[in-house]
């Protein structure tokens, strides 16, 4: 699963912090979904999703092979 | 996501408390025969069995208490520290909280079965006692480690 979280922050001029803290998660949670080590649930991925203003297909998308 | 139900964050330092206490009594007990007479205690015991003497259920007996302390100490303080909110608990703190749960179960039995086929005699019984304890011990060192080596892997922003 690849994601663009990282690029849509810089987009939003936000840090990894404010993200955290906006959606309600620890910093480590959102290194380790930048970094691809862990793949959000559902619910967080659309409170990303939200935040950013934008669709989840947009955040997240299926690696070839998946 | 559904967290895991756990208690507030509150009891990992009561835990480690009861940690550090067992392993301070263990110590003196171990380095100074201390086994104080003010612990025995007439205690009403399921079941009984001591050397040289009949087996007996459901009676009062003489139980010196620091041998009770010892084991439950710290498993006590074991679960506070492994079941313990983290300041901030989520959906990743979860799943690196069940899958040390994971290993340290797989990790644990693995250990028992080698030590199973190594080791014979009075020395199996120590490890049998160890055992008690090494699920949680083994749990808590992987779960305290990854999150050490996610928040290493933090860059500053």
Request: proline share 2%; charged share 20%.
């Amino acid at each position: 699963m690849n994601n663009s979280i990282k690029m849509h922050r810089a987009q939003k001029g936000v840090t990894q912090q404010v993200l955290a803290e906006v959606i309600g998660v620890s910093r480590q949670s959102i290194v380790a979904i930048e970094q691809g080590k862990y793949v959000p649930s559902t619910v967080l991925a659309l409170k990303m999703a939200r935040y950013f203003e934008t669709q989840i297909e947009k955040l997240f998308e299926l690696e070839v092979d998946e | 996501m559904d967290l895991i139900v756990l208690l507030p964050n509150g009891f990992k330092k009561m835990g480690w408390v009861l940690i550090g206490l067992r392993i301070f009594l263990w110590s003196i007990h171990l380095f100074f025969d201390w086994e104080p007479e003010w612990l025995v205690v007439n205690y009403f015991t399921v079941f009984n069995s001591q050397f040289f003497s009949d087996t007996t259920w459901f009676e009062f007996s003489k139980q010196n208490m620091l041998y009770t302390i010892l084991t439950i100490f710290p498993i006590v303080g074991g679960l506070f520290v492994g079941f313990s909110k983290e300041k901030i608990e989520d959906e990743f703190i979860n799943k690196l909280r069940l899958s040390s749960l994971l290993w340290a179960v797989l990790i644990n039995y693995l250990l028992l079965l080698l030590v199973s086929l190594t080791i014979f005699g009075a020395a199996f019984f120590n490890v049998l006692t160890i055992h008690m304890f090494s699920v949680l011990i083994i749990f808590i060192t992987r779960f305290n480690f990854l999150l050490w080596k996610n928040r290493k892997e933090m860059t500053h922003e």
